[in-house]
């Protein structure tokens, strides 16, 4: 149920920009908007998913410093 229904929904038009592009699946919003955006980059810069994988490797090795 919407809470306010005197505005439009601020994740509307990025949600419709996504399911243009990429379609939406029957999944988590979020995962799938992270995940384009990652395909996005890719398409533009050409990233590799290797270049992910490094990224995650160096993310999770930081995390382990933290209490």
Not at 10 to 34: C, I, R, S, T, W
Request: positive net charge; glycine residues 6%; hydrophobic residues 35%.
């Amino acid at each position: 149920m919407l809470q306010y229904t005197d505005r439009t929904n601020p994740m509307d038009k990025h949600v419709e920009v996504v399911a243009n592009k990429y379609g939406l699946e029957a999944a988590p919003l979020a995962p799938q908007m992270f995940g384009r955006a990652g395909l996005e980059h890719m398409e533009k810069y050409g990233t590799k998913p290797e270049h992910f994988a490094k990224i995650a490797w160096k993310n999770h090795k930081h995390s382990t410093n933290n209490p």
